[in-house]
């Protein structure tokens, strides 16, 4: 779990981590909010870590979310 406050919002959010994956040389994870106003959304964002933080960065465009939405995809819903 970890904590996250989305720009709208004051307070800080606790999310689940459904994974941390790759795209093009590039890491990003996948989150669900455990607020029950974004219950059942999955929000996915590019995502770097220091020794000291972590730090979740919003997908620019629409190419490059397709892109990672469709490895996480295959990685956490398809059948094997």
């Known amino acids: 779990m970890i904590f996250v406050t989305f720009e709208d ?3 800080e ?3 689940d981590v459904i994974g941390v994956f790759e795209v ?3 890491d990003y994870i996948a ?3 455990q607020d029950e106003e974004f219950a059942d959304e999955v929000l996915i964002y590019r995502y770097s870590e220091t020794d000291e933080s972590m730090e979740l960065t919003e997908i620019e465009t ?3 979310f397709e892109k990672v ?3 996480f995809e295959a990685l956490f ?3 094997e």
């Open 62 to 64: 629409d190419e490059e």
């Open 24 to 26: 093009e040389k590039k």
């Open 31 to 33: 989150i669900v909010p």
């Open 77 to 79: 819903f398809e059948a």
């Open 13 to 15: 959010v606790a999310c």
């Open 9 to 11: 919002e004051d307070k």
């Open 69 to 71: 939405e469709n490895v």
